[in-house]
């Protein structure tokens, strides 16, 4: 009998059969969760309690066959908000792609060191090549660079760290940032993390349309300059989160330059638009940042933990976060292909370019242009639908496919009656909304996002948010 029929005598290191039969396990798991997202609701959690006490049962001492396994996985999975699924339109919706989780698999087994180019120089040109192809997409000059990060907290801290260190040296405590009242939290919070004290955080006011207001800016940091505070780092937002509106970034580029700031787009919800015509009209001036968040976990359809900087000049990254090490000695210097541990937070970590560059290379650009010209169809098709719809109060006309509304009922309490209204929709399971505060006022939003969400799940939304308020309001 050879080890393959007998089995492993390292229960560590399975024998090519099992490893065949857990893959081949693993991937029926997974296609058959993925054929199942049209039907599966957009969000179950009844039984979850169950699910949570079965996976919170501590390992054996002597493991579990995998068929068992897998499937409490998969039950894991079913409990939960569905962000892979056609319906999920809450938040920003998660991606997916089939071919990533196919690269994430690939990268786990090969488990190469990505993060000094040396240790495994294809794997790193790989990131690299995606990071070129993103800096030529936002027409960053040669010299430009950048690295993928776990998403875009991570890229906005790492933004925010690099203009701190270029724009105000070690005693930076009278540096001023400034950013919309409509831009992401997490702004705020890699602002704090990077050592700034709350009182250094400017927000900016938005206009009336949520954009940031940029005689407002203009007046803040001139005040802030007069006042002896050394203003340095703006953010245009391209795509909030909140409302989906995009700054006027030439605009701001232009205080940016007048006023010395280092000038940073928050574009990790909107960036990949930059593939399409409209996008590219409405992020014009993009191309005269110093960094750009980004995030192909949302615009990209990529799983959750891919995220993006983008720099225009590298060597302001790597002065920011390089410290060296004797125990790293034996590694080469950065050649053509930088050392991404030289330009992060990070030195172990997954082989992310893998995921962006292998989706990309199958399916080619266009697909993904094709899909996001179709969000902004669908979000179109959805904005008109409400707009037109008596009793739905819809001010702020998508730039990108972010929709805020509300509903005024014949009677009662406003705020109440749009918090049970996204109840009600929620409750259809056919698809998930979620809601933020807008001027202080409770507002739904609907975020078109996913790859999976076409023409018949958004007409589905449609008459559901419709029957729900209709339903409501007799
Ligand atoms: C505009 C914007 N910036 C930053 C972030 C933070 O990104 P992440 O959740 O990938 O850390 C988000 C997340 O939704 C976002 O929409």
Redesign the pocket.
């Known amino acids: 009998m050879n080890e393959d029929e007998a089995g492993s005598q390292y229960p560590l290191e399975p024998s090519a059969q099992e490893m065949r039969a857990m893959g081949e396990h693993a991937l029926d798991v997974l296609v058959r969760f993925i054929e199942g997202l049209r039907a599966s609701p957009a969000v179950d959690l009844d039984g979850a309690d169950e699910v949570v006490r079965l996976l919170g049962q501590p390992p054996s001492e002597h493991g579990r066959p995998f068929p068992g396994l897998f499937d409490d996985v998969a039950r894991g999975a079913a409990k939960a908000f569905n962000t892979t699924g056609p319906g999920y339109l809450a938040?920003?919706p998660g991606g997916g792609l089939y071919a990533a989780a196919v690269a994430d698999f690939i990268a786990c087994g090969f488990n190469r060191f990505v993060n000094v180019w040396h240790a495994a120089p294809g794997f790193a040109q790989i990131e690299w090549t995606v990071i070129r192809w993103l800096d030529d997409l936002f027409g960053l000059p040669p010299g430009s660079g950048g690295i993928l990060?776990?998403?875009?907290?991570?890229?906005?801290f790492s933004a925010i760290a690099t203009a701190r260190h270029a724009r105000l040296g070690e005693d930076f405590l009278d540096g001023t940032l400034y950013f919309s009242a409509q831009?992401?939290?997490?702004?705020s919070k890699a602002a704090i993390l990077a050592g700034f004290p709350q009182r250094s955080l400017r927000a900016v006011p938005a206009t009336p349309d949520l954009a940031i207001d940029v005689e407002a800016l203009r007046e803040m940091v001139q005040k802030d300059r007069a006042d002896g505070l050394r203003p340095f780092f703006v953010v245009a937002?391209?795509?909030?989160?909140n409302s989906g509106r995009v700054d006027p970034i030439a605009d701001v580029a232009d205080v940016a330059r007048e006023e010395g700031l280092w000038l940073h787009a928050?574009?990790?919800?909107?960036g990949f638009f930059q593939l399409t015509e409209r996008g590219r009209t409405l992020f014009r001036g993009i191309e005269a940042c110093d960094s750009i968040?980004l995030?192909p976990?949302?615009g990209m359809f990529l799983p959750?933990g891919t995220?993006s900087l983008l720099v225009r000049d590298r060597a302001q990254l790597r002065e920011a976060h390089h410290v060296g090490a004797a125990y790293l000695q034996d590694l080469f210097p950065e050649s053509e292909i930088p050392n991404f541990a030289d330009s992060s937070p990070e030195l172990s970590r997954d082989f992310r370019g893998l995921r962006v560059w292998l989706p990309l290379q199958l399916h080619g650009v266009d697909a993904f242009r094709a899909a996001l010209d179709e969000k902004l169809d669908l979000t179109q098709v959805l904005y008109d639908a409400l707009r037109s719809t008596p009793g739905f109060d819809l001010r702020w006309p998508p730039d990108l496919t972010v929709v805020p509304f509300r509903y005024r009922p014949r009677s009662g309490n406003a705020e109440e009656f749009n918090r049970r209204l996204l109840e009600r929709i929620n409750a259809s399971k056919r698809v998930f909304l979620s809601s933020t505060m807008i001027d202080d006022r409770f507002v739904l939003r609907v975020c078109i996002v996913s790859f999976r969400t076409h023409r018949d799940r958004v007409e589905e939304a449609i008459d559901i948010i419709r029957s729900s308020a209709a339903e409501l309001d007799r």
């Open positions: 938040f920003i990060t776990s998403g875009g907290s991570m890229a906005n831009t992401h939290a997490s702004v937002n391209a795509g909030t989160t928050d574009a990790a919800y909107g968040t995030d976990h949302k959750y995220g």
